[in-house]
T-cell receptor
Framework: GENVEQHPSTLSVQEGDSAVIKCTYS??????FPWYKQELGKGPQLIID?????GEKKDQRIAVTLNKTAKHFSLHITETQPEDSAVYFC???????????FGSGTKLNVKP | EPEVTQTPSHQVTQMGQEVILRCVPI?????FYWYRQILGQKVEFLVS????????KSEIFDDQFSVERPDGSNFTLKIRSTKLEDSAMYFC??????????FGPGTRLLVL
């Protein structure tokens, strides 16, 4: 089955700096890659996603890039703010979107 | 904004007891999911449910687990005879016809 690896497990940045979180996947049949943000005491919330027919997608300060050949995708957060502090999960899914395979999560700490 | 809700937020039970975790998916959604996250580990897929039947399940989802949509709004996960290793955060998710899964806040289950 699919295996998603995520790095780093923790990331500490200064407010205003950029943060990058990377994921790799193993199954070339995966074609949908969402990113979720989980704040303390809450469930994962979708922040951005990308389909395999697209190489990059941007939404304000957040962007995701996908390299299908290398089977990796990354989350980029620019101009980080303290409220960006949370655990971020990447995931991969195939055509039916019936099952998400999650990475192990990255705890992002943005220091004021 | 509509959201997935889950009850209870915390559940403590004795090994061997039955537990029922409840979820109210977003009202016009058609696909329903349960995931679990053991402390310090990845979020893992358990089961997907569509049109009143299981569409996919993982190896974790053995005969001790069952799901049900007893009425038009609730979606439940039952664990018949809990084990210590069932202690985890259980997330319910739902989606409409698109690819995005919306997650609830989770139920933290502790089996003693």
């Amino acid at each position: 089955g699919e295996n998603v690896e995520q790095h780093p497990s923790t990331l500490s940045v200064q407010e205003g700096d950029s943060a990058v979180i990377k994921c790799t996947y193993s199954d070339s049949a995966s074609n949908y890659f969402p990113w979720y943000k989980q704040e303390l005491g809450k469930g994962p919330q979708l922040i951005i996603d990308i389909r395999s027919n697209v190489g990059e997608k941007k939404d304000q300060r957040i962007a995701v890039t996908l390299n299908k050949t290398a089977k990796h995708f990354s989350l980029h957060i620019t101009e980080t703010q303290p409220e960006d502090s949370a655990v971020y999960f990447c995931a991969a899914s195939m055509d039916n979107f019936n099952k998400f395979y999650f990475g192990s999560g990255t705890k992002l700490n943005v220091k004021p | 904004e509509p959201e997935v809700t889950q009850t209870p937020s915390h559940q403590v039970t004795q090994m061997g007891q039955e537990v029922i975790l409840r979820c109210v998916p977003i009202s016009n959604h058609l696909y329903f999911y349960w995931y679990r996250q053991i402390l310090g580990q990845k979020v893992e897929f358990l089961v997907s449910f569509y049109n009143n039947e299981i569409s996919e399940k993982s190896e974790i989802f053995d005969d001790q687990f069952s799901v049900e949509r007893p009425d038009g709004s609730n979606f439940t996960l039952k664990i018949r005879s809990t084990k210590l290793e069932d202690s985890a955060m259980y997330f319910c998710a739902s989606r409409a016809s698109g690819e995005t899964q919306y997650f609830g806040p989770g139920t933290r289950l502790l089996v003693l």
